[in-house]
């Protein structure tokens, strides 16, 4: 492939991490995590032990989906999927929808309504008041717009039930300027470059109580006609991460990928393992608990001798992004990743809200010279680049995952490392 048509692929990625300003942060309401560890520690971390790279043909259990990172829908590189089947509530109306974006930078089920059967009648969510609700979701690079609608959402053997989702039509009645004016239109798959966002994170609902208190722009809508009004929703209204409304399994997730050489591989298969400490298959072993901010669901990072007071931990993005002037920037117009002559060998290190550090190396290559040899790989592990991020932010995105077993705990859910929301690896 050309250069050129290469990093079209790379600059369309989707960068599907959390945005603090974007919806008040997520949910809040839950403490920190109390870690397993004590306050203080320190842990160099290395790939987990119990990684697999896991056949699709490999039985597995209840509480596991098999993640595979390929070419998917536009062949951008370091993009998580599993398959999520929607139905009709209490039907067995349904429909299976595969390379759904893994994402644990954000909360919540967002499938496009052109991949829903014109028969398939998911109800509208609507308010006390009556009003039917519509979304508008902000991503670091763009936004999402549709109605809010009820699905029973299945993901192997777990189901949450009338789930509120986020149905993404850009023909649902006018998308408001204050939604359109935050990005780029991720309305189709092509955009989004995936056939939906599973979002994982250590939230329950995608805005939390900044969106019970007001109306927050660019957050939720009641719609009369082409004519839509901000307005505040009811957390409980709110598009949900689908996991604490299962039956079991519903205290968090892992997400298991295996190491990668750093020429990176044409595709890899990994598992999305529902629970922490519930199952057999889940438990935190000897993974660090670090503590996330329970309204934004930051932590702390420490790289080169700048501080990143508002870091994330973000499946959804397909590099290593940060600001720092120790890395050379790609010429235009591929600036949106760093080009050292070589392969940069890094450290950084990971502190929690809960006082757990972690000491983190890192590789980061010249993405010029990577998507020249890339011969069809989109497993890259190491990219990294100033793209769509502040000084203060430090966006661990889908390279850290490989060869780790990460988890994330949902607020205020119990599990063997204490309350979440907390991640650990």
Not at 129 to 157: H, K, P
Not at 175 to 184: E, Q
Not at 224 to 244: F, K, M, R
Not at 268 to 292: D, E, M, P, R, W
Request: aromatic content about 8%; charged content about 5%.
């Amino acid at each position: 492939m050309r250069q050129s048509d290469s990093f079209i692929a790379l600059l369309a990625a989707t960068l599907l991490a959390l945005l603090v300003t974007a919806c008040g942060g997520g949910g809040g309401g839950g403490g920190a995590a109390s870690g397993a560890s004590s306050g203080g520690t320190t842990n160099v971390s290395s790939p987990g032990q119990t990684v697999t790279n896991t056949s699709p043909a490999t039985a597995l259990a209840a509480n596991v989906v098999a993640v595979t990172v390929d070419q998917g829908v536009t062949g951008v590189p370091n993009m998580p999927f599993v398959s999520v089947t929607v139905c009709a509530p209490g039907t067995t109306q349904c429909q299976t929808i595969d390379h759904v974006l893994v994402d644990t930078g954000s909360w919540g089920l967002r499938v496009f309504a052109a991949q829903l059967p014109p028969t398939m009648a998911l109800p509208q969510q609507q308010d006390a008041s009556g009003n039917l609700l519509a979304e508008c979701m902000q991503f670091f690079d763009g936004y999402t717009w549709g109605s809010v609608r009820l699905a029973d959402v299945r993901i192997a053997g777990e189901k949450a039930a009338s789930l509120p989702i986020q149905v993404i039509d850009p023909g649902y009645s006018a998308t408001p300027s204050d939604c359109s004016s935050v990005g780029t239109a991720r309305n189709t798959p092509g955009a989004l470059a995936a056939n939906g966002v599973l979002g994982i994170g250590v939230f329950k609902h995608d805005c939390g109580a900044n969106c019970v208190q007001r109306a927050v722009p660019a957050a939720y809508y009641s719609c009369a006609g082409t004519t839509c009004t901000s307005i505040a929703v009811a957390e409980n209204l709110q598009v949900a991460n689908p996991i604490p409304y299962f039956a079991t399994d519903n205290n968090g997730s892992e997400l298991s990928l295996p190491p990668v050489a750093a020429t990176g591989a044409a595709s890899l298969t990994g598992q999305l393992v529902f629970g922490i400490g519930t199952q057999s298959n889940n438990g935190l072993g000897t993974a660090q608990v670090i503590g996330v901010s329970p309204s934004t669901g930051t932590f702390m990072t420490s790289q080169n001798g700048t501080t990143y007071t508002k870091s994330i931990m973000d499946s959804g993005s397909t590099g290593l992004f940060f600001q720092t002037s120790a890395l050379p920037v790609c010429a235009g117009p591929n600036n949106a990743y760093y080009c050292p002559l070589s392969t940069q060998q890094l450290t950084a290190v990971i502190e929690g809200v809960n006082g757990v550090t972690s000491a983190v190396s890192f590789d980061v290559g010249n993405a010029t010279a990577l998507a020249q040899g890339a011969n069809g790989n989109v497993v890259m592990p190491l990219l990294a680049g100033p793209a769509f991020v502040t000084s203060t932010i430090f966006d661990w995105g889908l390279p850290f995952f490989y060869g780790r077993n990460v988890y994330a705990a949902v607020e205020q859910q119990a599990t063997p490392g204490g309350t979440g929301p907390f991640i650990a690896y």
